[in-house]
């Protein structure tokens, strides 16, 4: 099991920039897909980025191409969701998320089994 912690939320005016860090501990990546997701209130979890952490593609929900960049650091074993020209319906608690699999395309949040406790971002206009 690998125990995960996001950190890097706050509060930030529309247009501001946040970078988000998941440090995760208890495993090697290596083999992990790795996810971050938001929830809203009174809203589903809904898919941000996904990313297979010893390489190949990234994948962005259509809300947040262009303006998210997920990441990795191998040596500090953290993930990160590097968030610019915040929007007001950014708002929302981000979760980080691992899944022993490679996963070639965005995988839904009922497949992953390890979640982190959340971070909550709020975008103020």
């Known amino acids: 099991q690998v125990q995960l912690e996001e950190s890097g939320g706050g509060l930030v005016q529309v247009g501001g920039s946040l970078r988000l860090s998941c440090a995760a501990s208890?495993?090697?990546?290596?083999?992990?897909?790795m996810g971050w997701f938001r929830q809203a209130p009174g809203k589903e979890r809904e898919f941000v980025a996904q990313?297979?952490?010893?390489?190949?593609?990234?994948y962005y929900a259509d809300s947040v191409k262009g303006r998210f960049t997920i990441s990795r650091d191998n040596a500090k074993n953290t993930m990160y969701l590097q968030m610019n020209s915040l929007k007001s319906e950014d708002t929302a608690v981000y979760y980080c998320?691992?899944?022993?699999?490679?996963?070639?395309?965005?995988?839904?949040?009922?497949?992953?089994?390890?979640w982190g406790q959340g971070t909550q971002v709020t975008v103020s206009s």
């Open positions: 990313l297979f952490w010893s390489g190949g593609n990234t």
């Open positions: 208890g495993r090697t990546l290596s083999s992990y897909t």
């Open positions: 998320a691992a899944l022993l699999a490679r996963a070639i395309v965005p995988i839904s949040a009922s497949r992953y089994n390890n």
